[in-house]
T-cell receptor, first 117, second 113 residues
């Protein structure tokens, strides 16, 4: 079984600052996906970024980037130039590729990120 | 946005009553999931389906059953609701490891008194 750990229950930063959210995971799988999802107060789950384990290059999406360290089983999310709209719960998630991904995502407990004006 | 509709969106019920939540998709995705979200626990998988009439248990399946008689519909049933099942329930759909990504419904808030 896989486990995903987010060690920061809550973080608060000033608008325009850079913030890094931590995520570690435990798995015996070699081929998998990692994700960061955002959940604003509207409760909608929104995909922020995806990383495939076989790709060494870190994924980036505009102001969002990851630091993927496969050997260390670490997958942190960096948000640059943070904006008020980034205030949300952020979930790290794991999907193994064996089995076709039928059993879905395993989530961490989440980090509540607050962007202060 | 992925075509996923959950119903009802809000429900208040009493302990011991049966409850059914419905998830309907228009994307023809093979895989469908039910998660529950509770403070301090993130999202936890209840049951999932990998095809019509093909379902399996997730991490927190006790007290829940599911059915999928059509590709587009995935039902979650609480046969006899308990207060510990008060939660927000999310349906999700996906294409497995083709993309990995899951698309989520808007959630259903269930309160069991």
């Amino acid at each position: 079984a896989q486990t995903v750990t987010q060690s920061q229950p809550e973080m608060s930063v000033q608008e325009a600052e850079t913030v890094t959210l931590s995520c570690t995971y435990d798995t015996s799988e070699n081929n998998y996906y990692l994700f960061w999802y955002k959940q604003p107060p509207s409760r909608q789950m929104i995909l922020v970024i995806r990383q495939e384990a076989y790709k060494q290059q870190n994924a980036t999406e505009n102001r969002f980037s990851v630091n993927f360290q496969k050997a260390a089983k670490s997958f942190s999310l960096k948000i640059s130039d943070s904006q008020l709209g980034d205030t949300a719960m952020y979930f790290c998630a794991f999907m193994k590729r064996s089995g076709g991904g039928a059993d879905g995502l395993t989530f961490g407990k989440g980090t509540h990120l607050i962007i202060q004006p | 946005d992925a075509g996923i509709t959950q119903s009802p969106r809000h429900k208040v019920t009493e302990t011991g009553t049966p409850v059914t939540l419905r998830c309907h998709q228009t994307e023809n995705h093979r895989y469908m999931y039910w998660y529950r979200q509770d403070p301090g626990h993130g999202l936890r998988l209840i049951h999932y389906s990998y095809g019509v009439k093909d379902t399996d248990k997730g991490e927190v399946s006790d007290g829940y059953s599911v059915s999928r008689s059509k590709t587009e519909d995935f039902l979650l049933t609480l046969e006899s609701a308990t207060s510990s099942q008060t939660s927000v329930y999310f349906c999700a759909i996906g294409q497995g490891t083709l993309t990995g990504e899951l698309f989520f419904g808007e959630g259903s808030r269930l309160t069991v008194l």
